[in-house]
């Protein structure tokens, strides 16, 4: 088992910037891959970003492609989500998300998880 515990998030102008941060401890964090996963009130769980167990491979939803970045630190057992250009439709409550296979965008395919941290985008 993994446990996973997301730091970062905040309140922040439209346009601004965050970078959220997921911690791994319990487990082999070079034999997951991680994602982020984002839910607003009223709203179904959406996919945001993806990285690879090596990082050779990455993938974003198409709402935020352009303005946000995926990146790990395996030594670190860490996986970074900077978000720029911040909208309020990113408005939402941040999960990351770890699987023992290939990157996919489907939540229901990652088995571990965090318990989310907030973000929250002013007009």
Do not use: H
Request: glycine fraction near 14%.
């Amino acid at each position: 088992q993994v446990q996973l515990v997301e730091s970062g998030g905040g309140l922040v102008q439209t346009g601004g910037s965050l970078r959220l941060s997921c911690a791994a401890s319990g487990g082999t964090f070079s034999s997951y891959a991680m994602g982020w996963f984002r839910q607003a009130p009223g709203k179904g769980r959406e996919f945001v970003a993806a990285v690879s167990r090596s990082a050779g491979y990455v993938s974003y939803a198409d709402s935020v492609k352009g303005r946000f970045t995926i990146f790990r630190d395996n030594a670190k057992n860490t996986v970074t989500l900077q978000m720029n250009s911040l909208k309020p439709e990113d408005t939402a409550l941040y999960y990351c998300a770890a699987r023992g296979g290939p990157i996919v965008t489907t939540g229901e395919l990652y088995g571990y998880w965090g318990q989310g941290t907030q973000v929250t985008v002013s007009s």
